[in-house]
């Protein structure tokens, strides 16, 4: 018999409200910091990211073509095994741009994990509203985040608490958008690779 996630959390020392989305193996026990290093490569403008904490080792990695109509991200762990998959859609009437993130490899509506949608291009304040799989009216969102390509920061929030937020961002010497690096400071009982896949699909849609 599994255990409730209230049992979960107890056993293995996270706080009562963990916050776990892809797995429970990847919520953090104590606040945590990791960087997250961006990259392009090859022809096709291959986007490539590299999420390690803060003595360097690798957690998870994240990469697929920028040049494509329908924009495709894969998460994989350190040794490159498949651990969910992250698909734009556009809906050209709202402009507002969509993202259905699923489990492993699969496509499978009952595979999907969460959902993603951009604030209108107009809101002066850009966000991705982030709803869960029962939350069918999407009337609110059950994450939230808020953050600006010009300011180089983002904050995700659960309503009104903040569980991650991008604290510094280091461009390469020789600025450029080619590569890039950032720090994320991530809040006790926390799944990062959620917060990761935030992240990557926050960048994509060109605000961080």
């Known amino acids: 018999m599994e255990a409730s996630a209230p049992d979960f959390a107890l056993a293995h020392g996270f706080p009562m409200n963990m916050i776990s989305v892809v797995d429970d193996k990847f919520c953090v026990v104590n606040p945590t910091e990791m960087i997250v290093k961006k990259k392009y490569n090859g022809l096709l ?8 904490d803060v003595n360097g080792k690798l957690l998870l990695q994240v990469d697929g073509p920028s040049l ?4 495709k991200r894969v998460m994989r762990d350190a040794q490159g095994s498949p651990i969910l998959i992250m698909q734009e ?5 709202s402009l507002r741009h969509r993202w259905r993130v699923h489990r492993g490899k699969s496509s499978d509506d009952k595979d999907v994990i969460f959902g993603v949608r951009r604030s209108h291009p107009m ?8 709803f869960m799989p029962g939350n069918t009216d999407e009337d609110v969102s059950n994450f939230q985040v808020v953050g600006s390509h010009t300011q180089k920061s983002c904050t995700i929030y659960k309503g009104d608490t903040i569980i991650a937020q991008v604290s510094d961002v280091f461009p390469s010497r020789n600025f450029s958008k080619w590569k890039e690096s950032y720090k994320v400071k991530i809040n006790e009982g926390v ?4 917060v990761v896949a935030l992240l990557v699909i926050l960048t994509v849609n060109d605000y961080i």
């Open 89 to 93: 859609k556009v809906k050209m009437v």
């Open 123 to 130: 809101d002066m304040k850009p966000r991705l509203d982030v």
């Open 45 to 52: 403008l291959k986007q490539r990211y590299k999420v390690k």
């Open 68 to 71: 494509s109509i329908h924009k």
């Open 191 to 194: 799944d990062y690779a959620f």
